[in-house]
């Protein structure tokens, strides 16, 4: 059942009950494009989770596939990444070349690499699907 919706710029979240599941959900749309999924026990849980969202990307980080790069449009070309519910999964910078590359928490060397910060967004999104999640990256929980 549709609830509200909140938008920020060109940012939006219409946040939904499900009442079999007992919890709140909100899609993120930039524009018109779905960017992920977040959810919570509460309407103003995921509200929060949105402002959140929109705090970073107006810093200048991006949120496509469930995932937030910080530092991507701010020219620092590097910053943390992380799924839509907050999690830090890692962080990512870019080579004098202008290579991009991920290095995932808890190791030390390159996870993935792309040729642009786009093309890295959805190696990460990818590895996320493949990594052990059962879930796809955008769908998550708080």
Not at 70 to 97: C, K, M, P, Q
């Amino acid at each position: 059942m549709h609830i509200e919706n909140e938008e920020h710029g060109e940012m939006s979240c219409q946040i939904d009950a499900n009442e079999e599941m007992d919890h709140y959900v909100g899609t993120l749309r930039y524009r018109i494009f779905e960017v992920g999924l977040i959810s919570g026990p509460s309407v103003g849980a995921v509200r929060a989770q949105f402002r959140a969202i929109c705090e970073m990307t107006d810093a200048g980080g991006m949120v496509r596939n469930g995932i937030i790069m910080t530092g991507y449009h701010n020219r620092a070309f590097s910053g943390d990444v992380l799924r839509v519910d907050g999690e830090i999964i890692g962080e990512w910078t870019s080579d004098d070349e202008e290579w991009c590359h991920f290095t995932a928490v808890d190791t030390v060397e390159v996870t993935l690499s792309a040729p642009s910060p786009w093309m890295l967004h959805d190696s990460i999104a990818t590895w996320m699907n493949c990594d052990g999640d059962t879930t796809k990256a955008y769908q998550t929980s708080a």
